[in-house]
């Protein structure tokens, strides 16, 4: 075939140039339309952005707004298209970047702190001395307890995004801040100042933290103490991506700026609200002191409703005349105060300190209390979390310690009572060896834990290890749970995943309540264990960082065990989603020889090492995460032929319909609680045709 400079060679030249120039023509008419194609699907994707996160009201299916991103996505690239502020950059970056310091156009003070009535009194009357009238009103707002930003837009759009920093310089940080949903990257309407800076809280919502200690205790790791220091850690991370993963929300209450569009703060804020931020709806004008206490009031227990960590109350005076007339201190503005909420606090005594070695060696240090009520239920122990907190609190045993439960969720200990230290009380001082095996602990640098590193011979690592290999999510052997392995640990059967599948129904029967019913179990469950596909496997062996989706992202690449293990840091890193602390535990892991012997071991048992044939065939990224439910009963496939096609396809099949769940494939015969709960939930329910059609598409 011709290309289109051969064709023209055969054509007259004068031709040749009407040609030409038609052709031209064509061209920037596609160029224009594909441009106006790209604005309006960024228009529309920020749209739905904007009313998912910062309205809460989602208006498109979870899949539809995929589907149009991933449209805008190849559109940019095809066009050669890198707008910063476009909603294809939410999804952050793997590149690592090292954040630069900017210097804060008006320095980032903080507030002073008012702890009672009295104290906010004495704030109202150093404010109407000054101003020498008591005719103005007050901004009542939550204080959100998170990590605080200043965020700059010029024309309409995000430039960039400052940590407070040391008040005076910050880090910019605007990739990862771009990934938090509900700060808008481009505003809407027209009567934004030109320039113009608006200060908030990134907050880590107590779901989402939550849901990631739940991912750390499962994986063996120590815990987050408390969602602040989460999102400050997660808003300094160098993977924009992670920091996308992570699901940060962002409330603004700050506009600086020369040319505010009113007087008022809180009529600022309102139209800010109009621009696309999210503003709390808390917010109230108070005519007085009286209103004032009235909202502390009511937000002192309301504010245990919130999905967001609060702790306390901004009082701010609304007008920004009086504000300047009223100026700042060094430290902070005198034009507002800050009331902080008591967190319950008790005093008891340190008992003693234990330690904790989890599935992957991490060591815990626990706090064990004389028992103390607070906030309504008994409190026997408390995290100390690593060896820091406990040196920076200088504890030593049987010193009367302050217990809080900080952040609502984890008991902790603030304090000690130094008066009441006896001078034969010792410190105390962190363990060297582990105290399940003996090892030498080893703290990496950069890490807060001490770990033990005797990974392959420590109980509690072992146990762990083998307890998450016959997980449900791993090699779903039915019959062994934690007692069994505890019981064929200290019988002697089994120190090793490789053992279970040495195991005898004589062996089994003569271990203590196994009657030979639960032996055959057992013996069917490993049977069965060794069609598990590979990515459950490779999930089961439990190297350090390798979850269920990174197990699955590895099988998708690199299809046999040879393949990962034979990869480099540097070659791992370059797969999608897989990061530098994850290649070097991959690689690691497979440096050991007892980790070779492992694999051949179950190799020989005849488990899974290599993605099937079947899985291979027709993969695609099309469902890419989406949970997907399957119910009823249907004419085209079975529902295991569902689940296959869910998951070639990029796709998770769950088994429990949730918040999380994008869609339900209805089937006939549905359960009406089944039914219930999805109409309830808002979850799209599609036919079998229409989830073969969206697969098409
Ligand atoms: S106003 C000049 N309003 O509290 C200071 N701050 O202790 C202007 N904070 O650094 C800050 N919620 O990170 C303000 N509604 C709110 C706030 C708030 C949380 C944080 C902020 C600030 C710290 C001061």
Not at 117 to 130: H, L, N, V
């Amino acid at each position: 075939m011709l290309n289109l400079f051969q064709h023209l060679s055969e054509i007259p030249k004068r031709v040749r140039n009407d040609v030409i120039k038609l052709d031209d023509y064509q061209m920037k008419q596609e160029e224009k339309e594909a441009l106006n194609k790209i604005k309006e699907l960024q228009q529309e994707l920020a749209e739905h952005n904007y009313k998912y996160y910062v309205l809460a009201a989602q208006e498109i299916s979870d899949f539809d707004f995929d589907m149009k991103l991933k449209e805008l996505e190849k559109l940019e690239k095809e066009h050669g298209i890198n707008d910063p502020n476009s909603p294809t950059q939410r999804v952050g970056s793997d590149l690592s970047s090292d954040f630069v310091q900017v210097e804060h156009k008006y320095s980032m003070l903080s507030l002073s702190n008012a702890y009672n009535e009295e104290e906010i009194q004495d704030f109202d009357t150093r404010i109407k001395k000054i101003i020498e009238t008591d005719d103005f009103d007050y901004v009542c707002e939550l204080k959100f307890d998170g990590s605080s930003i200043s965020l700059t837009y010029e024309n309409g759009e995000l430039v960039r995004g400052v940590t407070r920093g040391d008040g005076v310089k910050g880090d910019d940080v605007t990739t990862n801040v771009r990934t938090i949903k509900s700060i808008p990257l481009k505003l809407r309407g027209n009567d934004y100042p030109n320039n113009f800076e608006i200060r908030g809280e990134i907050v880590m919502p107590f779901v989402v933290f939550n849901n990631l200690n739940a991912e750390l205790e499962k994986a063996g790791e120590p815990l987050l103490a408390n969602p602040r220091n989460t999102s400050a850690g997660t808003l300094k991370m160098k993977n924009s991506a992670v920091v996308a993963s992570r699901n940060l929300d962002a409330y603004l209450y700050y506009i600086l700026g020369s040319s505010l569009p009113e007087d008022g703060h809180v009529q600022n804020l309102n139209k800010a609200r109009e621009w696309g931020f999210k503003i709390s709806d808390a917010t109230q004008l108070c005519k007085n002191l009286d209103e004032v206490f009235a909202f502390i009031k009511k937000w002192d227990t309301e504010r245990h409703n919130l999905p967001v960590a609060t702790d306390g109350i901004v009082i701010k005076v609304n007008s920004k005349n009086l504000q300047d007339n009223l100026g700042f201190t060094a430290k902070s503005p005198r034009w507002a105060i800050a009331y902080k909420f008591k967190a319950e606090s008790v005093s008891t005594l340190l008992k003693s300190v234990s330690y904790q070695v989890g599935r992957t060696g991490a060591v815990t240090p626990v706090a064990n209390l004389e028992p103390v009520q607070i906030a309504g239920t008994v409190v026997k122990r408390a995290s100390l979390h690593n060896a820091d907190i406990i040196q920076n609190l200088d504890l030593y045993l049987e010193d009367t310690v302050k217990v809080e439960k900080g952040g609502e969720i984890i008991p902790k200990i603030t304090a000690v009572d130094v008066s009441k230290r006896h001078p034969m009380f010792q410190p105390i001082t962190f363990i060297e060896n582990c105290p399940e095996c003996g090892t030498e602990l080893i703290r990496k640098e950069g890490e807060a834990a001490h770990y033990c590193p005797n990974e392959d011979g420590c109980p509690p690592q072992i146990k762990g290890k083998m307890e998450h290999f016959v997980s449900r999510k791993a090699m779903d052997i039915d019959g062994i749970g934690q007692e069994t392995i505890e019981l064929f640990f200290n019988e002697g059967l089994a120190k090793d995943t490789t053992d279970f599948y040495q195991l005898t129904k004589e062996q089994l029967e003569k271990l203590e309540r196994m009657a030979e019913k639960s032996a055959q179990r057992i013996l069917d469950g490993l049977e069965a264990s060794k069609k598990v596909p590979f990515e459950r496997v490779l999930f089961g062996l439990g190297i350090r960082f390798v979850g269920e989706t990174v197990a699955k992202t590895l099988v998708k690449k690199l299809h046999t065990i040879e393949n990962i293990q034979q990869q480099t840091v540097e070659q791992l890193i370059e797969i999608d989603e897989i990061g530098g602390r994850i290649a070097e535990s991959v690689v690691e892991w497979f440096s050991k020889d007892e980790h070779l012997e492992l694999i051949k071991n179950l190799q020989e048992q005849g488990l899974q090492f290599a993605i099937s044939d079947d899985q291979l065939e027709g993969q695609t990224d099309k469902l890419a995460s989406l949970n997907i439910i399957i119910s009823g009963t249907f004419e085209k496939h079975s529902r295991d032929e569902l689940k296959k096609i869910i998951e070639k396809n990029g796709g998770k099949n769950v088994g429990s319909i949730s918040k999380k769940t994008n869609y339900m494939i209805a089937g006939k015969n549905i359960g009406p609680s089944k039914l219930e709960k999805v109409t309830k939930l808002g979850v799209p329910m599609i036919s079998e045709d229409e989830f073969l059609r969206m697969l098409e598409e």
